[in-house]
């Protein structure tokens, strides 16, 4: 595989969700004393296929709940399919949930070093970077104080700046930059320019037409977890509003 390719075969991801099932008191009672639970399995991401080129930039759209956040966290690593196949190759710098990968009680300081580590940069590497990613987030200040006492748009400004500086061969964006302020915002539309024409892998989640379509030529559509549409943004973005008008199926849940 070439570094920046993404092959996604057949990829299903389920959750476990467990419920008691009770319907009176004493079964309440029973249940618990046994430990007794039911699980259902919920298919959050079901028969996707994705091949995405080194240097493509695809926008995923759908619905809250299509299973966007899923599918991404399957293509960083942090998930793995329970059917299917995911292929990466390359350094992936994953934008994915505010402050992922950042420990609440260190100052954004530290957390830069614990980034960095996670992407697997030494200390002395994240020396090198540490001004310039300081500098990005313009946090100035604050960069001392412990991360729990930051804003949302703030976390943003930390996890983009961060992430537009450790080299990645695929570049994640799951929604964060919505939080940002509007400068900030398009501050990191120009870095993901940059990167686009540097040839880096681009994968973005918007609920957003015009950000998606300044940064996508190709957005694929999730509804309900499976792949509905994938290909030129304007196409897809009229799948997504006809979706959104028809009724919804029901949830993909089995006993198990
Ligand atoms: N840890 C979890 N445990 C159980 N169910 C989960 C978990 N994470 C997500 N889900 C469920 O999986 C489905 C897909 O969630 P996901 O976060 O991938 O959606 P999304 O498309 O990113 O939505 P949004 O637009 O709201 O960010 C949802 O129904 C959600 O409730
Ligand atoms: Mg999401």
């Not at 595989?1 to 299903?12: F, K, L, S, T, Y």
């Not at 100035?140 to 976390?155: A, E, L, Q, T, V």
């Not at 450790?166 to 930059?177: A, M, S």
């Not at 994968?203 to 037409?209: G, I, M, R, T």
Request: net charge negative; aromatic share 8%.
């Amino acid at each position: 595989m070439r570094n920046g390719e993404i092959r996604v075969r057949d990829a299903g991801v389920c959750y476990r969700l467990y419920r008691e099932k009770v319907s009176t008191l004493k079964e309440a009672v029973v249940n618990r004393f046994r430990h007794l639970r039911s699980a259902e399995i919920f298919w959050a991401v079901r028969h996707v296929s994705l091949e995405i080129e080194p240097g493509e930039a695809i926008a995923l759209v759908g619905h809250n709940g299509s299973g966007k956040s899923t599918l991404l966290k399957t293509i960083a690593g942090v998930l793995m399919p329970d059917e299917g196949e995911v292929f990466v190759q390359g350094r992936i710098s994953p934008m994915i949930e505010l402050g992922a990968g950042f420990d609440p009680e260190l100052s954004g300081r530290d957390n830069i070093f614990l980034n960095g580590a996670l992407l697997g940069f030494s200390r002395k590497q994240m020396e090198g970077k540490f001004d310039r990613i300081v500098a990005f987030s313009e946090l100035g200040d604050f960069i001392d104080m412990p991360i729990k006492n930051y804003s949302s748009g703030m976390y943003a400004r930390l996890g983009f700046a961060i992430a537009q500086d450790v080299e990645p061969d695929i570049l994640i964006v799951d929604e964060v930059l919505a939080v940002g302020d509007e400068r900030f915002q398009e501050k990191c539309k120009a870095r993901i320019r940059d990167f686009r024409s540097a040839g880096i892998t681009f994968c973005f989640v918007s609920h957003n037409y015009e950000a998606a379509r300044e940064l996508c030529p190709r957005a694929a559509v999730l509804h309900h977890g499976r792949l509905a549409f994938d290909g030129p943004i304007g196409q897809a973005w009229e799948r997504y509003r006809e979706l959104e008008r028809g009724p919804a199926p029901g949830p993909q849940i089995e006993a198990s």
